[in-house]
Each structure stands twice: as C-alpha cells, then as structure tokens.
C-alpha cells in the first residue's frame, strides 16, 4: 500500500473516534437511575446546622400549679375522699367521717400534683459554637446524653449528636 492510503485511512479512523467521543454515553447501569441529591447551598460552604457543645446547663422551670396548693389534684382528691368518707361512715361519724376523707383525699391529691409537677420541672440550655463560630443555644427536656466538646447537629429545635 502506499503512504496516501495510510495517510488517509488514518484521518478517517482519527474523525471517526473524534465523532464518537462526542456522541453520548448509554448509562453504565443498565438504564437504571439513581437518586440525586439536592445542593443546598450555603455562604462560604458551611452548613449553619453543625456545631460542638460548649455548656450544658439546667433550667427549673417555674412550676405552673397553684403555689397555694389548691391545685386540680387537690381539689380532685377532696372530692372522691369525701365521697368514700360519707360511704363508710354511719350514723352520727358519717359527718366526721366525710370530713376526715375529704382532709385525707386532699392530702393524697396533692402529693400527686408535687411529684408531677418534679418530675418535668427541669430542661436543658445546651449552648452550642455552630461551624461559622456563631453561638447557638436550644432548650430541650433531655440533655439526649451529651458532653462538653460533642460535635452536634440542630434538627428542628433539638441538639444531637451526629
């Protein structure tokens, strides 16, 4: 063969995968498709979520009953105690009696009404130094076992750790 030939059928083959590389690709997974994920954007790439614990402290809440002590349960209880005291007593002690189980109910309902009231008085203020070194403090319940130096994410008001 001659050099033109070659020459020639080597320009042909050169256009031709010169082409080919333009055209598109078939997906390499069978034509299945994969989820895509959103970008979000964020200034200068940090996610304003993201932070580490810097203090955890407990909060009392103020106690939302009567400080009196005629709170719901109390009442509540002085009433069914003064039922089942005017039930059992008889006679001239059914008076007394129905005093004595309204006292008694009273007392109870109220013990009731305390230990409630302790066992959700306290939350959580966890302060946190968010990526952009900017401080964020949230409220919750439950301090959901963190420390001093736990890297965390806020999700809808909530601090845990990720």
């Known amino acids: 063969m001659n050099t ?4 020639k059928s080597a320009a042909v083959l050169a256009v ?12 390499a997974n069978n034509g299945a498709s994969y989820p895509s994920y959103p970008q979000q954007n964020y200034p200068n ?7 580490v614990v810097q203090s955890i402290e407990l909060v009392p809440l103020e106690s939302s009953g009567n400080s009196n002590g005629l709170g719901v349960g109390t009442l509540a209880g002085a009433v069914v105690g003064g039922i089942i005291g005017n039930q059992v007593g008889s ?14 109910g009273a007392y109870a309902g109220h013990q ?6 302790q066992q959700s008085s306290d939350e959580y203020k966890i302060t946190v130094r968010m990526r952009d070194n ?11 076992d963190l420390r001093v130096g ?10 845990r750790r990720y």
């Open 4 to 7: 033109s030939t070659n020459l």
């Open 16 to 27: 031709l995968l010169a082409l080919g590389a333009c055209g598109d690709m078939p997906p």
């Open 45 to 51: 790439g940090v996610n304003q979520n993201y932070g």
């Open 91 to 104: 006679g001239g002690a059914r008076p007394a009696a129905t005093v004595l189980g309204a006292a008694g």
């Open 112 to 117: 009731l009404e305390k230990r409630n009231q």
């Open 134 to 144: 900017s401080y964020q403090s949230v409220i919750q319940t439950t301090s959901a």
């Open 150 to 159: 736990d890297r965390v994410v806020i999700d809808n008001g909530v601090a």
